[in-house]
């Protein structure tokens, strides 16, 4: 699901267009983490947390080693088979990027119509996770007129909405009370029951403490100890391979589906590649095509009333 080997990353030193680099903020790290698993990314501020997480979700390359996620090595990837996979990511971020100038409703319906997803049937899903954050009635509120507490709960329900493979949060609890905290874990918990494998970097102790659960440790940019995540590798996960289906891609992609994806991209497409040991794939056949679109299929993604039920029991 998630590979990490031998990864280093630098950052630009000067500026991103001053051809310089930094120190690396990431050294050597390499784990892996096998589909449906849960593990908390823990670590001092700086110790690189955040960097994981990016290359977790395609924002960045690593400039040495590979990292691999949903069966895609994002070294020498070409940049069209990044997007198909970063549709089933799902990404909280620590200063949450949410839209502004889109409605609170457009922010969160934004994963499902990236996977095209019909306008008829995602308002129920977009109402059921407006509701569950319990700003239902903030839809057609714009981002800069919520609190950041609320802006936060955005982010999560646009994260969760499309029932992604791989859900990374970047300290999610940042901005919530302790009871928003705990209801947050229990969805993050949900959905791992339900087969998203969940990436949490946090230093929320409390948090740690609700759910133990596998950890990699960061300091300085290297990984310093690993209380069971390294190892999980071997064991094969019990959860049916296709807990989530593919996405389907959208039918055309218009200039603003587009725009909103590099809104989320720490670097712009021009910025994308740094200096990675080895040159990427020469132009050619790519590796990695768009699943091919289906006419009449069912909608991919089911409803959410597993995931109601288990946060009533919460
Ligand atoms: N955009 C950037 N440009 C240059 N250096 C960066 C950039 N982002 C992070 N770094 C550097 O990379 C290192 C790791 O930062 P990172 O944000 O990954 O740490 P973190 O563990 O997430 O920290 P925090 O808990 O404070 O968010 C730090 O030394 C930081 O200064």
């Given at each position: 699901m998630v590979r990490f080997e031998a990864v280093g990353l630098r950052?630009?030193?000067?500026?991103p267009h001053t051809g310089s680099w930094g120190p690396e903020a990431l050294v050597d790290v390499t784990f892996a983490l096998p589909q449906g698993s849960f593990t908390w990314l823990l670590g001092?501020?700086?110790?690189?947390k955040s960097s994981v997480l990016r290359l977790m979700h395609l924002a960045l390359r690593p400039t040495r080693g590979e990292v691999e996620v949903l069966g895609l090595r994002t070294s020498r990837a070409r940049r069209a088979a990044l997007a198909?996979?970063?549709?089933?990511?799902?990404?909280?971020?620590?200063?949450f990027r949410l839209l502004p100038y889109l409605s609170v409703f457009d922010n969160v319906a934004l994963p499902l119509r990236l996977a095209g997803r019909p306008e008829a049937s995602l308002r129920a899903d977009v109402t059921e996770m407006l509701r569950w954050v319990g700003l239902a009635g903030r839809a057609e509120a714009l981002p800069p007129e919520l609190s950041g507490g609320e802006q936060q709960r955005i982010a999560i329900a646009r994260a969760v909405v499309h029932r992604p493979a791989l859900l990374v949060a970047d300290?999610?609890?940042?901005?919530l009370d302790s009871h928003q905290a705990r209801r947050l874990l229990a969805l993050l918990r949900e959905m791992n029951r339900l087969g998203t494998?969940?990436?949490?970097?946090?230093h929320d102790e409390d948090l740690v403490s609700r759910f133990p659960a596998p950890s990699l440790l960061l300091h300085d940019g290297r990984l310093h100890d690993v209380d069971g995540a390294r190892g999980v590798e071997e064991v094969p996960s019990e959860r049916p391979d296709q807990a989530w289906p593919e996405p389907r891609a959208p039918a055309a992609e218009p200039e603003a589906v587009a725009a909103a994806e590099d809104a989320q991209d720490d670097w712009p497409e021009e910025r994308f590649a740094p200096p990675?040991?080895?040159p990427p794939d020469p132009a050619g056949e790519d590796p990695f095509p768009e699943p091919p679109v289906r006419a009449n299929r069912a909608p991919p993604y089911g409803r959410l009333p597993s995931i109601r039920r288990g946060l009533r029991r919460e």
């Open positions: 950052y630009p030193g000067g500026g001092p501020s700086g110790a690189g198909p996979v970063r549709r089933r990511v799902g990404v909280v971020f620590q200063d300290e999610p609890t940042g901005n494998t969940v990436v949490v970097a946090t990675h040991e080895a």
